[in-house]
Nanobody
Framework: QVQLVESGGGLVQAGDSLRLSCAAS????????MGWFRQAPGKEREFVAA????????YYADSVKGRFTISRDNAKNTVYLQMNSLKVEDTAVYSC??????????????????WGQGTQVTVSS
């Protein structure tokens, strides 16, 4: 079993940066791919970024490519999402998720079997 706890969200202005962290418990973290998803009010959950077990392969949604960076530290059981040049449309609850497998960078939410509770990111104009 994997428990995930996100932190680092907050209220920032457009153009600012934030770094989200997702701390995982459990012995299987390093053997799982990880993803970040977000959900804005009234909208469906959408994929943001994913990283494979080693951190060597990443994948991003077009909307965040070039602005966000996903990384992981398996020694610390933590995955990060560095968000730069934030836009008002990035406002959402951001959640991390652990995938069933190690090698993927899937954008499909139903393939992830453990989820954190989410952290709110609000970007003002």
């Amino acid at each position: 079993q994997v428990q995930l706890v996100e932190s680092g969200g907050g209220l920032v202005q457009a153009g600012d940066s934030l770094r989200l962290s997702c701390a995982a418990s459990g012995r299987t973290f390093s053997s799982r791919a990880m993803g970040w998803f977000r959900q804005a009010p009234g909208k469906e959950r959408e994929f943001v970024a994913a990283i494979n077990w080693s951190g060597g392969v990443t994948y991003y949604a077009d909307s965040v490519k070039g602005r966000f960076t996903i990384s992981r530290d398996n020694a610390k059981n933590t995955v990060y999402l560095q968000m730069n040049s934030l836009k008002v449309e990035d406002t959402a609850v951001y959640s991390c998720a652990a995938h069933l497998t190690a090698w993927t960078t899937s954008s499909v939410g139903r393939e992830y079997d453990y989820w954190g509770q989410g952290t709110q990111v609000t970007v003002s104009s």
